[in-house]
């Protein structure tokens, strides 16, 4: 009988299923780094032993007669692989081979490390936290694809950890195995947006390794913070498990040495006005304490429309530890006050069981306390939302839509999801609890509106809420 013929094939890489999530973990098992990249030859001839071991199974199982020579070389057993947490990194794994360290626009943009350069450990570039977030968001707009061996116009390679040289402007690209070496580990409870998580694996540096920028944490359990990652198949933030969606408790937190002070101390409280929420009248910041990072109230002025200042940013950032996260569409507050202030204000005042003035979405000295001290109730999550104007149901936040979840929301996500003809993947009615049915058919809906990668996660956000709401 004639040889048949077999053919390697590459996986999509925005591709879901698990035939192409699983054809890329055993890809990159046995190539580890192309040649083109610099890899080794040797990782050639594993494949195309892989390649003859299964035509030979094949050929073998199916009774023929024809000889086929035995592949004499020898293949490890892989070691069992722990089933990461559910979430978007479990279809499609950022984690991926990267480059070594590197001058700026690669090899040959000059030599590494020269004495004095920005990029030793020793004399890094002063840079504030707003700037490093500012740096972050550079890429994510520009959506810059990934890739291991290309690099960026402002020369930065783009994979993980280029991604962070870029965004702490060093100047050199780094790698998850030096990284640490321009920081300081710190505790989870210190994490402040710019600072990084990092997983590298001495062992295998293309197996697990990957870094990403902590952008903030979602709500006040501290449960899931917002990142932001260089991956396949670009620039992206999402809201993460900590401390991320595989290899959680690997994961380390760093503060770059470049910023400059770090968690402020106790400042003296603010003296409550007793019986009214949100009693007028400034207090003096304490002497050495940034604008942004203000303890005690900087006064009713610095809030409202046509407001840009520090405490604006700093108000919707504890706004959203609080559970505001849902009044963000990005994610992170910015320093320009605008109704996603005034109407997350307004829902922690309500929280608080205040009403009238007292919940008008104008922070005053009371709600300033409750935030900055961490006390008082936390916003409700929104998971029965009533239709509002052109009957689309407010979107009740990201985290509502997660596994182990169960609530209203994911019901009447369901039973939108089969009006709009995308209920293939349910095997009974839509219920309250979150699941794969659901993921799929999410994924279904957003890659019909021509969303691709990370945009059709199958996790619903704000646009695609609205899209099927709509």
């Not at 006040?220 to 396949?232: I, P």
Request: aromatic share 8%; with cysteine.
């Amino acid at each position: 009988m004639p040889m048949p013929g077999f053919e390697e094939y590459e996986p999509a890489g925005d591709c879901a299923c698990r035939g192409c999530a699983q054809r890329r973990r055993a890809l990159a098992r046995a190539r580890a780094i192309p040649l083109r990249d610099g890899g080794h030859p040797a990782a050639r001839g594993a494949r195309r032993a892989l390649v003859l071991a299964t035509a030979a199974g094949v050929v073998l199982g199916g009774g023929g007669t024809t000889a086929v020579a035995a592949v004499t070389t020898p293949t490890p057993t892989p070691a069992p692989t722990p089933t990461p947490t559910p979430g978007p990194a479990a279809l499609d794994d950022p984690s991926s081979p990267q480059g070594g360290r590197t001058p700026l626009h690669g090899p040959k943009g000059g030599p590494v490390g020269k004495p004095g350069a920005p990029a030793r450990p020793g004399a890094v570039r002063r840079i504030d936290r707003a700037t490093i977030i500012n740096r972050a968001k550079l890429w994510l707009d520009a959506e810059v694809p990934y890739s291991m061996s290309e690099y960026w116009t402002d020369g930065y390679r783009q994979d993980c950890s280029g991604y962070v040289s870029m965004v702490w402007n060093l100047g050199t690209n780094e790698w998850t195995g030096s990284l640490d070496k321009f920081a300081t580990k710190i505790t989870k409870d210190e994490l402040l947006p710019g600072d990084m998580l990092l997983f590298h694996n001495p062992a295998d540096p293309n197996n697990g390794s990957h870094v990403v920028i902590f952008g903030g944490w979602v709500d006040s359990t501290r449960t899931h913070y917002v990142a932001y990652e260089q991956t396949r198949p670009n620039t992206r933030k999402l809201a993460t498990p900590y401390g991320y969606w595989s290899n959680a408790t690997k994961y380390v937190p760093y503060r770059f040495n470049g910023v400059p002070g770090g968690i402020l101390p106790d400042v003296p409280d603010v003296p409550e006005v007793p019986g009214v929420p949100d009693a007028p009248g400034a207090q003096p910041p304490p002497a050495g304490a940034k604008p942004g990072d203000a303890t005690v109230f900087p006064g009713a002025d610095k809030f409202g429309p046509g407001k840009t200042n520090d405490h604006v940013a700093q108000l919707g950032r504890m706004l959203i530890e609080r559970g505001a996260y849902r009044f963000y569409p990005k994610g992170v507050a910015d320093r320009t006050w605008s109704d996603h202030d005034k109407l997350a204000t307004a829902a922690f005042q309500r929280a608080q069981g205040w009403t009238g003035a007292d919940a008008d979405g104008i922070p005053g000295t009371h709600t300033w306390k409750l935030l900055v001290e961490k006390q008082g109730k936390n916003i409700p999550p929104t998971v029965a939302a009533a239709p509002g104007p052109g009957g689309v149901r407010a979107y009740p936040g990201a985290l509502v839509f997660r596994p182990g979840q169960s609530n209203e929301a994911i019901r009447a996500l369901g039973r939108q999801l089969v009006k709009k003809g995308f209920g293939k993947y349910y095997t009974t009615s839509p219920d309250l609890r979150w699941s794969e049915a659901d993921r799929r058919n999410v994924e279904a809906f957003q890659r019909a509106q021509g969303w691709t990668g990370a945009s059709a996660n199958g996790y619903p956000g704000p646009e695609t809420w609205r899209r099927l709401f709509a």
